[in-house]
């Protein structure tokens, strides 16, 4: 069991899966910060958690599915393959990405009862916190499809601000459980 590295693949892997920087060339986007890599470093992490993950290897499979899930949606954005992701399986993908983060922060939660037992609340509002502002943006991103309304479409760009925010403090606090876990040693 590795807890200092499993923080520091967890904080790194919320982050990307959160972040997404677009970077625009000659009409072509591509994400810089594809949410595969978050994933995959979720993934990686599972086994280093050791015994917080008994009882969870579902997770683990659910980081690897979606590792090949956003992969695959990378690779048709970067390389302009003709298929899209129907609004409606993606709906489903995000609100599954949603139960599993909610389901990995109560692994976090005990981590810090033991490692960090001061941030433990501190981990439940963040997982509150982000939960709220994803469900925000994919509902006001579903508004803004369905109405194409410039006020929703400004309401999804203010509520990313918050939830790139929260994803930051969230990493941070990761890492201070992380410094913890390491003093302890």
Same mark, same amino acid.
């Given at each position: 069991m590795d $807890?200092?590295?499993? %923080?520091s693949y967890t904080a790194i892997g919320f982050l990307l899966t959160l972040i997404?920087?677009?970077? @625009?060339? &000659?009409?072509?986007?591509? &994400?810089? !910060?594809?949410?595969?890599?978050g994933w995959l470093l979720?993934?990686?992490? /599972?086994?280093?958690?050791g015994g917080y993950m008994a009882g969870r290897d579902y997770l683990k499979w659910c980081f690897l599915v979606l590792v090949i899930i956003k992969a695959c949606e990378w690779v048709i954005s970067v390389f302009h393959i003709g298929i899209g992701v129907p609004t409606v399986i993606g709906l489903i993908i995000n609100l599954a990405?949603?139960?599993? +983060?909610?389901?990995?922060?109560?692994?976090?939660?005990?981590? @810090?009862r033991d490692v960090c037992p001061e941030k433990e609340s501190t981990v439940r509002t963040l997982k509150i916190i982000n939960l709220a %502002? +994803?469900?925000? $943006?994919? *509902?006001?991103? $579903?508004?803004f499809a369905l109405t194409e309304s410039m006020? /929703?479409?400004?309401? *999804? $760009?203010?509520?990313? *601000?918050?939830?790139?925010?929260?994803?930051?403090? !969230?990493?941070?606090? %990761?890492? #201070?459980?992380?410094? @913890?876990?390491?003093?302890? #040693?």
């Open positions: $807890i200092k590295k499993a %923080l997404e920087f677009n970077l @625009t060339l &000659n009409g072509a986007t591509v &994400n810089v !910060t594809p949410d595969f890599i979720l993934f990686l992490a /599972f086994d280093k958690f990405e949603m139960v599993i +983060m909610f389901l990995f922060f109560g692994v976090l939660e005990k981590v @810090t %502002l +994803m469900l925000g $943006i994919v *509902v006001l991103g $579903i508004l006020a /929703f479409a400004a309401l *999804v $760009i203010l509520v990313g *601000v918050a939830a790139l925010v929260a994803a930051i403090v !969230t990493a941070v606090v %990761l890492f #201070q459980i992380r410094k @913890t876990a390491m003093a302890e #040693q």
